[in-house]
Every structure is written in C-alpha cells, then in structure tokens.
C-alpha cells in the first residue's frame, strides 16, 4: 500500500491509495474519483490544501457507527437487521443527511451518499455538515406495525448518536413521512426531547410545508435554469422520469406545472408509460397510489392511455429531457446511448450517483447538458435546513416563501456550478470544486481535528 504520508505525484497515485485503504468499497470509490479528478488542479492553486492533506482527510469519514438491530415480526420471529450512521464531515455545521432503508445498502453505499452529501450540502449556502445512515431493511411487503417495530428498533440505537446540534437524520430510499413518524416517536420517548433531530416530519409536528416535494421540485428548478442558460426550455418538452417514489413523482408533479409533459415513470417491477403525458390528476393518484398506499405502479395502468411495461424501463420512446430518479448506477453506457438515442438534450439527476461513469462519459461526448446530483437534487436537503431553522427558532414558514427560498438555492447552486466549472461549464466540475472550497477552508481554519 503506498505510504499514506507521502506526496501524491497525481490524481491516480491517490486514487490508488484511497482503493487499497477501502478494499472493494466500489461505490465510494466511484464517488471519490469524480470528486478528486474534479478537485485534483485545486491542490495546486492553493497549496495550503495540499500541505494540509485536505483530500486525504476528507476520503475517510469522520466516524461510522454500525448496530445491530433487533425485532419480532408479525408472525413472532425474531429478525436481525444491520444498521449505520457514516458521520462523514462536520467542518461546516452539524452532520446532516438521509436514512435508506433498502436490501441494496453496504458500508460502501452509505459512504458514498455521505461523501456526496459532504459537497451538496456546502453548495446549498447553508451551515450544514454531512451524513448518512439507514439499514439492510427491506420495507416491502412488510406490515404497517412491522415498519414502527422495526423503526423503533432502529431509533433505539441511532438515538445515542443523533440530536438537533449534533446530527440531523431524514429520509431517502425506502423512509418517508410514515416511516419519519415513527423514527421520531421513538426519538422522543428515549430522548425526553421535542426537538429537531429529524426533518421530513409531519406538519403537525414541527416539518416544513414543502419538505416531502423540495427534492423533486428543486430537481425541476434546477433543470429549467439549466436549460434557459443553454437558451432552451422546459415548456412542451418530453421528460421521462425513472422512479415513482418520493423524488420521482413531485419532479413529475413540477415538471407537469411547467408545462412539460412527463411520459414516463418507473419502480422496481416497470415502467409505466403515458405517450401525451401524465395529466395533474393523474399523477395526484400516483402519488396517493405510491407515497400514501405504499402500492405497486403497474396497478395505476388503466389499459388506455396509461400504459404498463412489465419490467420494461422508463427510457423508451422519444423525450428531450432525461430525469433519473431511483437509485445509484441505474444508468449505465448502454442506457446512455439509448436517452442519446431518444433525442435527449437534458439529463439531470435526481437520484445519488444515477449514472455510471462510463454513461456520464457517453453523455458528454453526445454533447448532452448534464446535472449531477450533487447539485441538481440539493432541494431536499436545502428545506431540511429551513426545518431545522423553523425547529430552533420555535417558528413557522409558510409553503410559498419556502418555495420562493428555494428556488433561490437552487438558483444559487447553478451561479456556482458555472462560477467553478472553468471553460468548457462542465457542471460536473463545477459542483464539486465549489462544494469542495467551502469545505477545505473551513477545514484549514479550524486546524487539525
Ligand atoms: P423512494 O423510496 O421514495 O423512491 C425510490 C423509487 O425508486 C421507488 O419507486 C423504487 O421502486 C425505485 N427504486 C429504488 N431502487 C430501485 C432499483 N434498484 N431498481 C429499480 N427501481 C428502484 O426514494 P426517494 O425518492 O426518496 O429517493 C430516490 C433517489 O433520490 C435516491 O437515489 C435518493 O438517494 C435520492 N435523493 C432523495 C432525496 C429525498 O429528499 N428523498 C434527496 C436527495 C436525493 P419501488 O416503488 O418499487 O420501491
């Protein structure tokens, strides 16, 4: 293994040294490379990063805290699930960042989405460190009391390591509003504290109006602005989306209200298809369908306008704008080539890390504007910070000043992007050297801790 005291030549030499130091961990790795081939020149500019081994330091999570979790089932068996907390950068404000709940999650998944978060959360202008945790639980198919059971399980643990000041969970995958419900009921039993250790919550109980949408919405904010820099729109375009979850279905619901017109949507059995577009009401019974009754996207098909591709993928067909919102590397160099293929203009990421990196690399070279996640999915986490405000102050916003606020950040987000993107506005590079400044210089102000 190459000493890790030594000066590193080049990107690679790192790169090689952050592989050996995390065997098989491949979504990290994936992350950190487009991170330090996107930060690597800055090394250079501002010496002070190189001396003060900010890279280095900022590839190893500030702490990880694993846990067993146990619960009984419905049918009185007891299951053993496996829980983390990657508390990854605390140099700019409390650790911030979602819980999965999802059989696809490893040490390697939750590092990745938490170094992620480390520069999405300094693009946001607020004061947020970063973080994120979840369990190998899959909620599917699973009864309502054995989601609580298993959130009460869960909470019992994480409540040690999580608070208002400290880290401030919320949700991703598999954990919503329901499963926020209950993660904050047991939070508070244990606890003896009403406080903001959680966002996403109920409105009746301390969230934010525009919490649940913030995601899906700023995803659409983002592409807009993104799309007018480059003198073109959303207004009559074609989007497909991947995804029917909590991102997937308010990118929809915005997207629709600006005139685009969504033709696709997807979840782990499908696509479903809808070649003039879903419509408002349409996509209001997705969502009651998928957010509220926790159902199966295919029962929505209604044998006419709405069509259902058994396994089939969101990509088919013609559409100008590509918003990946599911999961991590659902879109690999051939998917790549088949949204080219579509007519493509756009894709932007609403999901973590959608794209492999030899799709991103197909995208480029078909000349397609592309957002990462870090930038273009900030929204969610940006109106976590507004919770966490409305929580410390004992106050209140009201929905359409949070909207307005924003799409302020998001508008702030793409001023940042371009600002740090050098010549070629590769939005990529942008994102990450913009994250990674605010970030490094708080680090160097604060010594060495
Ligand atoms: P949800 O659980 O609400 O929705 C996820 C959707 O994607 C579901 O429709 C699910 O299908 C589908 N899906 C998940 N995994 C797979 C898979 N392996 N293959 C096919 N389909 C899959 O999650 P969110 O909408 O909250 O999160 C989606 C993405 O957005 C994630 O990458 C997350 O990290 C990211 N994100 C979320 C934020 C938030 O505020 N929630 C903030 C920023 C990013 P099914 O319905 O069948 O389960």
């Known amino acids: 293994m190459t000493d890790a005291n030594q000066d590193f030549q080049s990107c690679e030499d790192f790169l090689a040294w952050a592989e050996a130091r995390n065997p098989g961990e491949h979504e990290f790795h994936q992350a950190l490379c487009e991170i330090a081939h996107s930060v690597w020149p800055l090394l250079d500019d501002t010496p002070a990063y190189r001396d003060s081994r900010i890279l280095e330091r900022l590839s190893e999570p500030e702490r990880i805290v694993r846990f067993r979790v146990v619960w009984e089932d419905d049918n009185g068996a007891v299951q053993i699930n496996r829980g983390w907390r990657v508390q ?64 009460q399980a869960f909470m019992t643990e994480l409540c040690r390591h999580i608070g208002p000041a400290t880290d401030i969970a919320a949700g991703d995958i598999g954990v919503g509003p329901r499963e926020i419900g209950y993660l904050f009921g047991q939070y508070k039993r244990i606890r003896n504290r009403f406080d903001g250790a959680l966002t996403g919550k109920g409105l009746a109980f301390g969230g ?5 949408e913030a995601t899906g919405y700023g995803l659409v904010h983002f592409a807009c602005i993104m799309a007018h820099a480059a003198d073109n729109t959303l207004e009559d375009r074609r989007v497909a989306i991947s995804g029917a979850g909590n991102v997937a279905l308010h990118a929809a619901e915005r997207a629709t209200a600006y005139g685009a017109k969504v033709v696709a949507l997807s979840d782990s059995r499908g696509a479903l298809l809808c070649d003039d577009g879903f419509d408002a009401e349409a996509i209001g019974r997705l969502k009651t369908l998928k957010l509220d009754d926790h159902g199966a996207l295919a029962d929505a098909a209604d044998g006419a306008g709405l069509r259902w591709c058994e396994n089939g993928s969101p990509w088919q067909g013609e559409f100008d704008v590509a918003l990946p919102c599911a999961t991590q590397n659902e879109i690999d160099a051939g998917t790549a080539d088949t949204i080219v293929a579509a007519g493509a ?6 999901a973590n890390m959608p794209c492999t990196p030899d799709a991103i690399a197909r ?12 930038a273009a999915n900030a929204g969610g986490v940006a109106v976590s910070g507004f919770e966490m405000r409305q929580n410390s102050a004992f ?36 994102a990450s050297r913009a994250g990674f400044r605010k970030v490094a210089d708080a680090m160097l102000a604060q010594g060495l801790v």
Request: proline share 4%; with cysteine.
């Open 88 to 151: 990854f950068s605390s140099a700019i404000g409390p650790y911030k960042g979602g819980l999965r709940f999802s059989s696809q999650v490893s040490t390697s998944v939750f590092k990745f989405l938490a170094l992620e978060q480390t520069l999405k959360n300094a693009l946001t202008g607020l004061p947020l460190g970063s973080a994120k945790g979840g369990a190998d639980f899959d909620p599917h198919g699973r009864s309502d009391s054995e989601i609580m059971r298993f959130c």
């Open 363 to 374: 995208l480029r070279e078909a000349g397609l504007l592309y957002a990462p996640g870090k």
């Open 345 to 350: 203009f756009m894709l932007a990421e609403g």
């Open 395 to 430: 106050a209140r916003t009201d929905r359409d000043t949070l909207d307005e606020q924003l799409k302020d950040v998001m508008a702030h987000i793409h001023d940042m992007c371009l600002e740090h993107a050098g010549q070629d506005n590769d939005y990529v590079t942008g």
């Open 208 to 212: 934010a109006p525009l919490r649940a």
